[in-house]
């Protein structure tokens, strides 16, 4: 009866999150660390997401403030999410709309006091909880980088598709409710990255705040600090991501064929996907088997052990809003090495990391050797960059971000 009563005078917040499961990292996971840190927070949280992550969800022990509400379209919709991109960007927009009227059934019944919308994390697919009349927080969320065209040729086949995304986004921000609307009358708009920001002033927004979207949860670090420092003349270089084009990963083979002659400096790749193929052809054709060792996909929890084992982080996007891997790897003292673009560009600072200009793939490939350079010759620069990486890292938890997020954006009861 107690219990009940505590959870009575909650206050009662309704959490967008479309992406949301507990056994998968990316916007998944950050669907979920949303759900239970503002659960643990003390609201009773609502959250509605797909059908899909019911399992995930389900096979995890949860606070009884914490509700869920499975959302799957209407029959032949759900088709709709995996038959192409444009036909996915389609089936996001309409099953926001149909998670709107299912908050609105909930709201008569349990008259939330704020909404949130979390993930996606993308500014011009917006949300319809705007329209449910209570305070309403999006974000954080990213959406307003662009690729930079000189490095086109490292998207092959593919820039074609990456120009049409820059014309679906102009189309997005101009024509989707979810989006212009909700810009101008969200209580905060949170964005994680310099580009977004501009982006969302220049369409309306009244109320932009700057925050990283990527958080980590206490349990990600290891038991004690890890300080990198180089032995025997050996620099481990760790690469994690999915290989889709924006991710650079012929840069990254660009890079490692200036260091071929440097015996000592390795890198280890971890991930799989589109551009797998291209990928190997490369690195064949570059004769790196020796140097580069690819080791496919490996589970989220498995990848800690490579932030273990590993020197530098080295993260060639060339697209990308505020990607978690950096911090991750900063978890386990890793300095990173990586372009001056995007979310990586305020991720990283000079005390630790290298984040070097790139205006054209030359200059990115000799300041990118000459970063990495560095940190093999000078293992006392190593070292403080490691400390200072770890320390960041630490201030970047689930718990603490959710604490600082409520308290400057959340209406004060």
């Known amino acids: 009866m107690e219990e009940k009563e505590s959870i009575d005078k909650m206050r009662r917040l309704l959490l967008s999150a479309f992406a949301c ?23 009773e949280v609502h959250c509605i997401t797909r059908e899909v992550s019911r399992k995930g969800i389900e096979s995890k022990q949860k606070p009884v403030n914490l509700h869920f509400h499975y959302l799957q379209l209407p029959i032949g919709l759900e088709k709709l999410y995996s ?17 709107y009227k299912m908050a609105l059934r909930l709201h008569k019944q349990i008259k939330f006091e704020i909404a949130h919308h979390v993930t996606w994390g993308s500014l011009q697919m917006g949300s319809f909880m705007y329209k449910l009349n209570v305070p309403f927080i999006f974000g954080p969320a990213g959406g307003g980088q662009v690729a930079p065209a000189a490095f086109k040729k490292y998207f092959r086949e593919h820039w074609n598709a990456e120009e049409k995304r820059e014309t679906v986004t102009r189309f997005m921000l101009k024509y989707n409710p979810a989006c212009k609307k909700m810009l101008q009358k969200a209580s905060v708009v949170l964005v994680s990255n310099r580009d977004t920001l501009e ?15 990527a958080a980590l949860p206490t349990s990600f670090f290891p038991e004690q600090q890890t300080i990198k420092r180089t032995e025997n003349e050996q620099l481990k270089l760790l690469w994690v991501g999915r290989f889709m084009p924006r991710k650079g990963i012929l840069l990254l083979l660009d890079v490692m064929k200036e260091l071929e002659s440097y ?12 551009m797998k193929e291209v990928f190997l052809d490369k690195l064949k054709e570059y004769k790196l088997e020796s ?34 891997q950096l911090i991750e790897a900063m978890a386990f003292g890793m300095p990173v ?17 290298f984040r070097v200009l790139c205006e054209t793939p030359e200059a990115a490939i000799r300041n990118l050797k000459e970063a990495i350079l560095t940190l ?38």
């Open 21 to 43: 499961d507990p056994t998968k990292g990316s916007e998944p996971g950050n669907g979920w660390n949303w759900a239970i840190g503002l659960a643990n927070k003390g609201f």
């Open 83 to 99: 038959a192409s991109q444009p036909t996915m960007y389609l089936y996001y927009i309409i099953w926001q709309w149909y998670a």
């Open 199 to 213: 982006m969302a002033e220049e369409n309306g927004a009244r109320n932009v705040r700057f925050t990283l979207d």
């Open 263 to 274: 015996a000592g400096i390795t890198l280890t790749v971890i991930g799989d996907g589109e």
């Open 291 to 324: 140097k580069v060792f690819w080791k496919g996909k490996v589970p989220f929890e498995g990848v800690r052990q490579y932030y273990a084992d590993h020197d530098v982080f080295f993260y060639t996007s060339l697209r990308d809003s505020c990607p978690a």
């Open 337 to 353: 090495v990586t372009l001056n673009l995007h979310g990586q560009a305020l991720i990283v600072d000079d005390s630790r990391g």
């Open 376 to 413: 093999y010759t000078y293992p006392a620069l190593l070292r403080s960059m490691s400390i200072a990486a770890y320390n960041f890292a630490g201030q970047q938890k689930w718990e603490k971000k959710i604490n600082n997020i409520v308290e400057q954006y959340y209406p004060i009861k």
